[in-house]
């Protein structure tokens, strides 16, 4: 905050280049939202006003590192680009063993498809969907490891993303250990409403895979953003700055996957980083084979250069000041309007409880993607379901085995969007809650066999709501 009794949140830049945005109506997102088979990873992004699908990879890139890219080195080995990304992330990570990728899940995909298999359990705090697929794919299993949500130690714990440790000891004792392929420690904990973990958690969990010879996996993809919450939330770490923390948490692991799509501040970009120098070659071969040289995996010199920029930025303490306020302003206007949301906020999200502003739609019918089409609708709003579409099984018989919650994710992106976008959304979701009672659920027309939620189609349990009463709805767009 610029003084000690500010009330408005400020943006800490200033904006050199605008990106129009297209204006629709309502006859206009009904037929493209049918045209996308009512899923909202199938719309055109010209179709999209506000777009809050993911902050993954959707963020606008600084002027500095727009600069880098002017000076970036696209030699095949060896770059100049290559090593200053290096640098970085070892700085950060505190690993000696870097393999560039062009995401986290190539990163994933490397390491899991060495240490997973038929008979291999990973552990996890929540998996989130491609990191379960792509153990699963294996032929292993991916066991999630969360406090009970009724638990009153987790209502009043301003850590919710935590992995419960008594959990994970009788998982240890349950298996072989020589079973378990590893345990990976999610931060911010995405599936769980994007909470973040503690480090007293991370300590905890450390010393129990030291304990049992198990390696220990960081998904980093947001360390800033929880290092933000470890540093406001546990007094030891009051006078730490962010990149201290995340460096301390980092050491904690055996190896670390980042999407840098996130807390990289990129378009485009992630890594593997590895502390054993036997998997690290077995590593190397995969990520040749797959992505490209060790050098540049699958990534430009543009693109790692741009990376090793956002890698500093991001712990930047205005920004991230910045950061986790404006995702906390978003999630207490639409408390304020009744919307059951996941409180506190979580660090890159807000996650609306579908199955409790719907309670009428049963979870076959799939609230939350009830209400990712009714954002959309109304609004022009795109958001993903993270629910029983996303994580949701079937038995042997076909019955849906559901997912633990039925969420909805308003993904922020990273400075791109000001107070008066934010504004206008909880001004739709506010006229989502009122109509609530009239709305109708959907079913399944057809899913592939993994990752069901990003290509799956849909239609209505009865018809979506006639054109006219959407007209009637419609919020004025600026």
């Not at 904006?15 to 206009?28: D, S, V, W």
């Not at 997912?403 to 506010?430: C, K, N």
Request: hydrophobic share 40%; proline share 4%.
């Amino acid at each position: 905050m610029l003084f000690p009794e500010q009330k408005t949140l400020t943006e800490p830049f200033r904006i050199k280049m605008t990106e129009a945005l297209r204006i629709t109506n309502p006859e206009q997102r009904a037929e493209a939202l049918k045209n996308a088979s009512f899923n909202t990873f199938l719309l055109h992004s010209t179709d999209v006003f506000i777009d809050l699908l993911t902050d993954s990879g959707t963020g606008a890139m600084s002027d500095q590192q727009w600069a880098a890219m002017l000076t970036a080195d696209e030699s095949y080995a060896g770059a100049r680009s290559w090593l200053r990304l290096e640098a970085q992330v070892k700085n950060l990570t505190g690993m000696p063993y870097i393999l560039p990728t062009h995401q986290g899940r190539a990163a994933e995909r490397i390491l899991y498809g060495i240490l997973g298999g038929k008979n291999k359990i990973f552990l996890s705090n929540t998996h989130f969907d491609t990191t379960r697929a792509n153990i699963e794919f294996t032929g292993a299993q991916a066991i999630d490891l969360m406090p009970e949500l009724d638990d009153p130690a987790y209502l009043i714990s301003e850590f919710k993303g935590d992995m419960d440790t008594q959990k994970l000891r009788e998982q240890i004792n349950l298996h072989k250990k020589e079973n378990i392929a590893a345990v990976i420690l999610t931060v911010t904990n995405n599936s769980s409403g994007g909470q973040p973990v503690s480090m007293a958690n991370a300590k905890e969990v450390a010393a129990i895979c030291r304990e049992n010879g198990i390696l220990l996996v960081m998904d980093a993809c947001r360390i800033a953003e929880n290092s933000y919450f470890i540093k406001h939330r546990e007094k030891e770490y009051e006078n730490l700055t962010y990149l201290e923390i995340a460096q301390q948490m980092m050491s904690l692991a055996d190896a670390a996957i980042m999407s840098s799509k996130k807390d990289g501040l990129v378009n485009m970009g992630g890594f593997l980083a590895l502390s054993d120098a036997a998997l690290a070659e077995r590593a190397s071969s995969l990520l040749i084979i797959s992505e490209g040289f060790t050098s540049y995996g699958g990534l430009t010199g543009r693109d790692m250069d741009a990376l090793a920029v956002g890698l500093t930025e991001v712990f930047d303490a205005d920004y991230l000041e910045y950061r986790i306020l404006s995702v906390g302003y978003l999630g207490r206007k639409l408390k304020e309007l009744g919307i059951p949301v996941i409180w506190p906020t979580g660090g890159h999200a807000v996650y609306i409880d579908a199955a409790k502003m719907y309670p009428h739609i049963p979870i076959d019918q799939y609230p939350g993607q009830t209400l990712a089409c009714e954002a959309y609708l109304l609004g022009g709003i795109r958001c993903a379901e993270v629910g029983s579409v996303m994580f949701g099984k079937k038995d042997v018989h076909g019955k849906l085995i559901p997912a633990t919650r039925e969420l909805v994710r308003l993904a922020i992106p990273r400075r791109v969007y000001t107070q008066s976008h934010i504004d206008y959304v909880a001004e739709v979701f506010g006229h989502l809650m009122e109509k609530r009672n009239s709305t109708n659920g959907y079913r399944i027309t057809w899913e592939p066999s993994f990752l069901r939620h990003f290509t799956a189609k849909f239609e209505p349990i009865t018809s979506v709501a006639e054109t006219e009463e959407l007209r009637g709805m419609e919020i004025p767009l600026y």
